[in-house]
């Protein structure tokens, strides 16, 4: 089985909005900036064996504000950017939906379709849901410092994503080598 690195979409791979105080995802293709500064952190991850995939939701979609197409379009413009594997959106505006996040079904979608080892894969977030979705699913959280961390449960919080992916890049490499001397 393969570990994964599952990234937020908005505000870890592009940068939404900040509106009176809050995150606001693009609504349209030409609102849709993709942080191309996480590129080379992305491809350390795909070196280390890492598969990689976004994760997001988009109650917009459901809400009738941006339509499905144009966030397909979207998440093609990432993948076409970043050295991604798959990203999976939950349209709905349903917290209990089984893949709204905190709800797990994402995580567990992508599992399934790639074969993942989700207690020895990570999420790295701005936002609590993402951290309380890994927790439900035994993944290990590394979350972004932001003002949508909350403050449940997080594994660890770091200042950027380069920190992010330097702690699974160091957290990987002790595992492999524990891993090793027990083989």
Not at 24 to 51: D, M
Not at 66 to 83: F, G, I, T, Y
Not at 140 to 153: A, N, P, Y
Request: glycine share 6%; net charge neutral.
């Amino acid at each position: 089985m393969k570990a994964a690195v599952f990234f937020e979409r908005d505000g870890i791979l592009n940068l939404p909005e900040i509106r009176n105080g809050r995150q606001r995802a693009p609504l349209s293709l030409s609102q849709f900036r993709i942080n191309l500064e996480v590129a080379p952190l992305l491809r350390a991850l795909k070196e280390a064996g890492f598969v990689l995939i976004a994760t997001t939701n988009q109650p917009m979609v459901e809400q009738g504000l941006v339509s499905r197409d144009e966030v397909n379009r979207m998440h093609a413009m990432l993948m076409r950017a970043l050295p991604l594997d798959d990203v999976f959106m939950c349209p709905y505006d349903d917290a209990s939906h089984p893949c709204f996040k905190p709800q797990p079904g994402m995580l567990l979608e992508a599992a399934f379709k790639w074969v993942i080892d989700l207690n020895r894969s990570y999420v790295i977030s701005d936002k609590g849901a993402d951290a309380k979705a890994a927790q439900i699913v035994g993944c290990t959280s590394v979350m972004v410092r932001s003002d949508w961390v909350g403050g449940d449960h997080h594994d660890f919080v770091v200042e950027s994503v380069a920190a992010a992916t330097g702690k699974i890049l160091e957290l990987n490499q002790r595992s492999f080598r524990r891993d090793w001397a027990i083989a």
